[in-house]
């Protein structure tokens, strides 16, 4: 699919920074996006902590030693208490996939909770 037709695109945000959203109304369980990861042992962690990358980074794995960086539009979501999308990892496929979990209208902005559950109220690490 080329970028001209693609359901999402990437633009500023008023929330923070960047942000990803609809280019059409996308509806509740499509797929809006299956991102490749690129995984790193839980050993490299505090080296990449000291980059830009620090806030863009995944956990990965039920045992918790990799973490991983999203690539696609993935790590440019940003954050909300109501999401209006989720996110669930594929282990297998080395993927992260983002699907819609309410009605997104054209050129509203994509949100997932980054603590990975839609209803998860607990602070996330830049909330004071």
Not at 11 to 26: W, Y
Not at 77 to 104: K, L, Q, V, W
Request: charged share 25%; proline share 4%; hydrophobic share 40%.
């Amino acid at each position: 699919m080329s970028l001209q037709q693609s359901a999402i695109f990437v633009a500023p945000s008023d929330l923070h920074g960047k942000g990803v959203f609809a280019a059409r109304d996308i509806e509740v369980d499509e797929v809006i996006e299956v991102c490749p990861t690129l995984l790193f042992p839980k050993a490299q962690l505090e080296a990449m902590r000291q980059t830009v990358l620090d806030d863009y980074y995944f956990d990965w794995g039920d045992d918790g030693e990799w973490f991983a960086v999203c690539l696609g539009y993935g790590s440019l979501y940003n954050h909300s208490y109501t999401p209006n999308a989720e996110y669930g990892m594929d282990f297998e496929a080395e993927t992260i996939d983002f699907y819609c979990i309410r009605p997104i209208s054209a050129g509203e902005e994509i949100l997932i909770n980054y603590n990975g559950d839609a209803d998860n109220q607990t602070k996330v690490w830049f909330e004071k």
